[in-house]
């Protein structure tokens, strides 16, 4: 008997722990943040402190280099300052994926696009 409950906790908890993992993952993915690493030189353009140069430099710099893997990694980019890092107001989600402020004027992201009704 007593195994039969220990069994069934355990299953509950890994229950759980699947649940709050997809919750989790959604919550992240209908945020509207665009992940660092996967968005387009005018996404990153509109990042508060990003010219368009610059934007085409984190680009450039991430393909001929492969990825972020922390924020300060963009300190590496041509004309990419500690001030400008800081107006960017990155931040790294628990996967440690960093992601981007919400473009202003911009409710969904090309690189990244939210499942809407089609007008159809």
Do not use: H, W
């Not at 005018?42 to 990825?67: H, M, Q, S």
């Amino acid at each position: 008997m007593r195994i039969r409950t220990y069994t069934l906790l355990a299953l509950v908890l890994v229950a759980a722990l699947v649940l709050l993992n997809y919750t989790g993952t959604a919550v992240a993915q209908s945020s509207g943040k665009a992940t660092l690493n996967k968005a387009s030189a005018e996404r990153l353009a509109k990042v508060p402190g990003v010219t368009p140069a610059l934007a085409k430099a984190i680009v450039d710099y991430r393909t001929k280099n492969g990825a972020f893997k922390k924020p300060d990694d963009l300190l590496k980019v041509p004309g990419m300052t500690q001030d400008i890092l800081k107006k960017m107001s990155l931040q790294v989600d628990s996967k440690g994926v960093i992601l981007l402020p919400a473009a202003k004027g911009d409710g969904d992201d090309e690189d990244e696009p939210s499942l809407k009704p089609s007008k159809c």
